[in-house]
């Protein structure tokens, strides 16, 4: 009987001991799972983290460019600027030769040579009218393709925050199933 008894204790604590071990290795694979699932969700939060800076790059190339385009635009404004106020000054010269002008005509013959020569000044003048006003259209439409080119890069930078939003929205929510 004694030897049935320690037999069947041993048979007993086989059983356990087969137990235990099923469990541990069940364990080991719950644990060898749980690894991977933290492996790939790491791997997951670096990919976001790496296209969150490349944004951000993005982001500061973009800063860069509108600020470029602004002194741009500033300097064709101020080039604009300088332009009409030459204008203004031409303008201003033509009318004072046409009084001048009129003023010669109504002199006696004698002034026939001055009257020649600021008759040439005045077509002159008129040349010069023409070419800054060109030049004023140039620098019109150089403007305007600076403003397209603004709105452009505007609309982009807004496309650009909306990533940024989202993928740090993707990142926070990685990060808070990797504490879970």
Do not use: P, W
């Amino acid at each position: 009987d004694e030897k049935e008894r320690q037999l069947e204790e041993a048979r007993v604590q086989g059983e356990e001991k087969e137990r235990e071990n099923i469990q541990l290795r069940q364990q080991r694979q719950r644990d060898r799972q749980r690894d991977g699932e933290i492996s790939h969700l790491s791997q997951q939060l670096q990919e976001k983290e790496n296209r969150i800076e490349l944004l951000g790059q993005q982001q500061e190339e973009r800063d860069r460019l509108m600020r470029e385009l602004q002194h741009q635009q500033e300097y064709k404004d101020k080039q604009m600027e300088e332009y009409r106020q030459q204008q203004e000054e031409k303008e201003g010269e033509i009318e004072q030769l046409r009084q001048q002008l009129g003023d010669r005509q109504r002199d006696n013959e004698t002034q026939r040579e001055q009257n020649d020569d600021l008759t040439a000044q005045n077509q002159q003048l008129g040349e010069d009218k023409l070419s800054l006003q060109q030049q004023v259209d140039r620098l019109n439409n150089e403007k305007e393709a600076i403003s397209r080119e603004k709105a452009e890069l505007q609309q982009n930078t807004t496309v650009l925050e909306e990533l940024l939003r989202n993928a740090d929205a993707a990142s926070e929510e990685l990060r808070r199933r990797l504490r879970e």
